[in-house]
């Protein structure tokens, strides 16, 4: 076991040992021992994010069906309508609403680095771009809308039939529309982070706060769970390990990642932390049984803060509650 791992275990109050908690730490010892590996050139658990290639043709068609509200089935919703592209690729409320008006099951995930993910969704029950958008597109508690229906519609469009016509040199269809929105989606990545210059070896690219926040960090054990690229997105975690997280919902999520994470309150699957600092508390008792002082908190907080970089030039921001 790595001497981050067997910090990690020193840190952890005293409790008797139960029969999956070896297991456990085998994981997240493995699981950091690939990250390490996957970190080209570093020790790091964490790598540079990169901008993946994309088609920019298939981008700026999927980037007006991203925003056109006749993807919905009432004309009345797009995707941005609860992935705001201008703030944080998600939204400010706890749960976004149907169509009806009723609360979605968990809240929004920002589409920022998603595609960076190796499942979507909190329940990780995609793994392909395009089939998520068509499961979204058809869902009728989030746009309720009937493929061929819209695919007539949008088709009609002369602009978009022009854009359609660029991209794919056929007219639209279900598959080249779910595939334009993939190419847009993977247009989504921010690079050019803080932490990701500081690990590129800008050594001033970090403040003492977030450099200390990144030791704490990992010392506690919080890499275990997120690292890689994506600082988390490409595993799955039991929530509520050492005492409850939430306030209930699926026994196992897909570890968000955190590279939007100061931007993206609230916090969970049920949206239940309000702010950073109290996600960050909860994560230590809840995840790691470990209770964080408030130099702590503020210090990893500023470090997440440092993992967030930026898209077509522009930072990201809070969106309202």
Same mark, same amino acid.
């Given at each position: ?7 990690? #275990? %020193?840190?952890?109050?005293? *409790? ?9 730490? +085998? ?10 590996? +996957? /970190?080209?050139?570093? $020790? ?36 941005? %309508? ?24 968990? !809240? ?5 680095? /998603? ?15 395009? $089939? ?9 508690? #989030?746009?309720? @809308?009937?493929?061929?229906?819209? #695919? ?43 932490? &990701?210059?500081?690990?590129? =070896? $800008? ?16 010392? #506690? ?12 997105? !490409?595993?799955?975690? *039991? ?6 997280? %939430?306030?209930? @919902? ?8 955190? *590279?939007?994470?100061?931007? %993206?309150?609230?916090?969970?699957? &049920? =949206?239940? /932390? ?21 130099? $702590? ?25």
């Amino acid at each position: 076991m790595s001497s981050r791992c067997l910090s990690s #275990v %020193t840190e952890r109050r005293r *409790r008797p040992a139960t029969p999956w908690l070896g297991a456990a730490f +085998a994981v997240a010892a493995l699981c950091t021992s690939a990250a390490l590996s +996957a /970190a080209a050139g570093t $020790d790091e658990p964490i790598s540079v994010v990169k901008a993946l290639a994309i088609e920019p043709s298939k981008v700026a068609l999927g980037k007006v069906l991203f925003n056109d509200p006749r993807l919905s089935g009432d004309g009345a919703r797009s995707c941005a %309508t609860c992935h705001d592209i201008e703030t944080n690729g998600a939204s400010g409320a706890r749960f976004d609403r149907s169509p009806e008006g009723a609360a979605l099951e968990f !809240n929004t995930p920002t589409v920022f680095n /998603a595609a960076l993910s190796f499942r979507l969704n909190w329940e990780g029950n995609f793994s392909v771009l395009q $089939d998520h958008a068509r499961s979204l597109i058809s869902n009728p508690n #989030v746009m309720g @809308g009937t493929m061929e229906t819209i #695919v007539q519609a949008l088709g009609a469009d002369p602009a978009i039939r022009d854009l359609v016509e660029t991209a794919y040199g056929a007219p639209l269809d279900e598959t080249n529309l779910v595939d334009a929105l993939a190419a847009y989606q993977r247009s989504l990545v921010l690079v050019d982070s803080p932490f &990701d210059r500081w690990l590129a =070896g $800008d050594a001033n690219a970090l403040t003492e706060a977030e450099k200390q926040g990144y030791r704490r960090f990992k010392a #506690v054990g919080c890499a275990a769970c997120h690292q890689g690229r994506n600082v988390g997105g !490409n595993l799955y975690q *039991r929530h509520g390990i050492f005492h409850p997280l %939430t306030s209930g @919902g699926p026994a196992r999520v897909r570890v968000p990642s955190l *590279r939007t994470v100061y931007y %993206t309150p609230p916090y969970f699957h &049920d =949206g239940s /932390a309000e702010t950073l600092d109290e996600a960050i508390r909860a994560m230590g008792r809840a995840q790691l049984d470990v209770i964080l002082d408030e130099d $702590d908190v503020r210090n990893i907080a500023a470090f997440l803060k440092s993992l967030t970089g930026s898209h077509a030039g522009k930072s990201l921001r809070k969106a309202a509650p």
